[in-house]
């Protein structure tokens, strides 16, 4: 079946300092799955953060970025510049051909930015 | 607005007892679907609605059931909850369609005691 992996389960960043997540997926039904971002602040529910479902593309949203790599199947997520109100949980995720059966996602990566 | 909205919040039960939760979405997305979300364990499909009356196990339907009577409302049912269904559950509806978003409720946080 379908997986996306994330490595790292925590991450503790300084504020200004820069950030990246890593991901990497594996698809069966299809070789371009469509890949997304979400994030889950504290206290709050799953927002998208970004998406691109075109292989080579880049998606970018409040200051992340993520580029959907197909020969390494990755889609990492970077910030530059990282600030304390992005500390939240983050979850890379794939769409397949069954599109309609919903998401996979990876564990998420919990992100920690102290001043 | 598009919006997800999940009832309650926050709920509490004791071993045994029955849980209802609730989803609603005003996008008239055909399907929905219920999650769990566990420390260290991502997100869980547990099932999907296609439209009224059309639902599918996702991959850990096991202790649960759903009900889906009108497009904009879908129901996940605890029949006697167990401890190890201590969750946080979020529902999700989309279009249905390829390249389709896929929105998120809040998540409703469930404690069984």
């Known amino acids: 079946g379908d997986s996306v992996t994330q490595t790292e389960g925590q991450v503790t960043v300084s504020e200004s300092k820069s950030l990246i997540i890593n991901c990497t997926y594996s698809?069966?039904?299809?070789?371009?799955?469509?890949l997304f971002w979400y994030v889950r602040y504290p206290g709050e529910g799953l927002q998208l953060l970004l998406k691109v479902i075109t292989a080579g593309q880049k998606g970018s949203s409040r200051g992340f970025e993520a580029t959907y790599n197909k020969e390494t199947t990755s889609f990492h997520l970077q910030k530059a510049s990282v600030q304390e109100s992005d500390s939240a949980v983050y979850y890379c995720a794939l769409s397949d051909l069954n599109y309609a059966q919903g998401l996979t996602f990876g564990l998420g990566t919990r992100v920690s930015v102290f001043p | 607005d598009m919006k997800v909205t999940q009832m309650p919040r926050y709920l509490i039960k004791r071993m045994g007892e029955n849980v209802l939760l609730e989803c609603g979405q005003d996008m008239s997305h055909e399907t929905m679907y219920w999650y769990r979300q566990d420390p260290g364990l991502g997100l869980q499909l547990i099932y999907i609605s296609y439209d009224v009356d059309s639902n599918s196990e996702g991959d850990i339907p096991k202790g649960y059931r759903v009900s889906r009577k009108k497009r904009e409302h879908f129901s996940l049912i605890l029949d006697s909850a167990k401890t190890n269904q201590t969750s946080v559950y979020f529902c999700?509806?989309?279009?249905?369609?390829?390249?389709?978003?896929?929105?998120f409720g809040s998540g409703t946080r469930l404690l069984v005691i």
């Open positions: 698809a069966t039904s299809i070789a371009y799955p469509n």
């Open positions: 999700a509806s989309s279009s249905g369609t390829p390249n389709s978003d896929y929105t």
